[in-house]
């Protein structure tokens, strides 16, 4: 999907799409924090199955009353196959590394994503990034390495899981901005969605096993879909509207929800550096939205 090349209607996207960034961010930290929970009871492959039915349905649903065609011919494409590619390595990792390490720590890793989704845009969408943006992007990576402090004790040999999770999410991003236009948000959560129930599938099959999910479960499984949905859409949103370079450092955000749903429901307490990056990451945000802005 190509970009307005008017400056007013450029700028207008932009503001816009960091907004539903942000937004997104938050309820993905809110869903983080209900498969965290979850996964502490249920194997991760019978969370990622039941979670991904629960979006499909949604999505199945609210495409369907948009009068669209559930199963359309280019979501069999190339960009499609391999956007379902790295969902699949998205949410796997993700999910296992959020089950085996502290939420604030896996959310601070994940913030290496606009990193690699800005240099990749440059190349793949030849958006241009001004020097002072890139300045900004790295001032960013920087709180992002005061948080996780790699080879001290902030990283773990777990953290890979991080990682990989991320390089899955950046990846899906990448392909979710050049997916075919004709595809809404919806047909492109379906799909999405769909990636889940067969990896979580595959992923039950390999490590055995399925248990009786306890009513406290399903109310956070319930909890998780619902605010997966709208942060899939909004994240969707964001991903079509704005410039890859200025939206996507938004997602810095999400490591200032994710400390503060780790504290008060987790009983994780970060410390100085952890802080002192946050704020790092927070105010790099701020900038990069009121230079957009102007």
Sequence with gaps: MSLSTDPTALKAGNLKGALLMVLAMFLFSLEDMAIKTV???????????????????????????????????????????????????????????????????????????????AAAGVALFHERVTLGRWALIALGFVGVLLVIRPGLDGFTPLSILAVLGMIGFAGRDLATRAAPAVLSYAQLGLTGFAALVLSGLALTLWSGGWLLPRLPDLAALGLAVAVGVGAYTALTMAMRMGELSVVTPFRYVRLLFAMILGALVFGERPDAFELIGGAVIVGTGVLLMLTARR
């Design 39 to 117: 996964t502490a009871h249920l194997p991760v492959g019978q969370v990622l199955t039941l979670f991904g039915t629960g979006g499909m349905a949604i999505f199945a649903v609210l495409t369907a009353r948009r009068r669209e065609r559930l199963i359309h011919p280019v979501m069999a494409e190339r960009v499609m196959l391999i956007r379902a590619v790295f969902e699949v390595m998205g949410r796997v990792f993700f999910t296992l590394s959020l089950a085996l390490t502290a939420l604030s720590t896996t959310s601070a890793i994940l913030q290496a994503t606009p990193l690699v989704v």
